[in-house]
């Protein structure tokens, strides 16, 4: 089963570029990479989504090694409004995905 | 255009009772998936729709749970003698199409509250 592993929570300091890697060991061949974000009380919202090596949007950059166990989200310069938990996200079988804990970020000033 | 739409966004109800959440997806979105989330988790995956038919309601936690989508749009999630372990907030997400390559487009939710 494709599941994820992430740090329970960082910490990061405005301005700073943040870097968080997700673990999926068991990644399957066809599964893409998926990063969500979610603020309390809100659903979770796309932040960026990959297959292998780099993809750069307006928000975000995600990095994938050649072996797709890993994957690194990437945010420039991080504001107070970046604090949210994070989520990586693999297929798990057929369409179920799988979650996990997140990552806590709390962007201080 | 409008986003996924979830209805009540507060239930509350006495053990035992039965409740019924409504899923309002995307126009034009063909999946529709069901997600638990407790306190402190990620969602947890219950049940995903291709067009009208449930593909895989693994995630379902016992046969109190059940899911329907008519007519391959709006979805609702019954669920029967409701248990205090059963509040949460239910989400709702639906994308153009199934598999990890499409996005997920999430509602805000609808908090359960079994007294």
């Known amino acids: 089963l494709a599941k994820t592993t992430q740090p329970i929570s960082m910490d990061s300091y405005e301005g700073q570029e943040v870097n968080i890697t997700c673990s999926h060991n068991?990644?399957?061949?066809?599964?893409?990479i998926t990063w969500y974000q979610q603020f309390p009380s809100q659903g979770p919202r796309f932040i960026i989504q990959g297959y292998k090596t780099k993809v750069t949007n307006e928000v975000a950059s995600l990095f994938i090694p050649a072996d797709r166990k890993s994957s690194t989200l990437s945010l420039p310069r991080v504001s107070l409004s970046d604090t949210a938990v994070y989520y990586c996200l693999v297929g798990l079988t057929g369409n179920q995905f799988y979650f996990g804990t997140g990552t806590s970020l709390t962007v201080i000033p | 255009g409008a986003g996924v739409s979830q209805t009540p966004s507060n239930k509350v109800t006495e053990k035992g009772k039965y409740v019924e959440l409504r899923c309002d997806p995307i126009?034009?979105?063909?999946?529709l998936y069901w997600y638990r989330q407790s306190l402190g988790q990620g969602p947890e995956f219950l049940i995903y729709f291709q067009g009208t038919g449930a593909a895989d309601d693994s995630g379902l936690p016992n046969d109190r749970f059940f899911a329907v989508r008519p007519e391959g749009s709006v979805s609702t999630l019954k669920i029967q003698r409701t248990e205090r372990g059963d509040s949460a907030v239910y989400l709702c997400?639906?994308?153009?199409?199934?598999?990890?390559?499409?996005?997920?487009?999430f509602g805000p939710g609808t908090r359960l509250t079994v007294t």
């Open positions: 068991n990644i399957a061949t066809n599964d893409y």
């Open positions: 126009s034009g979105h063909t999946a």
């Open positions: 997400a639906s994308s153009l199409g199934a598999g990890s390559d499409y996005e997920q487009y």
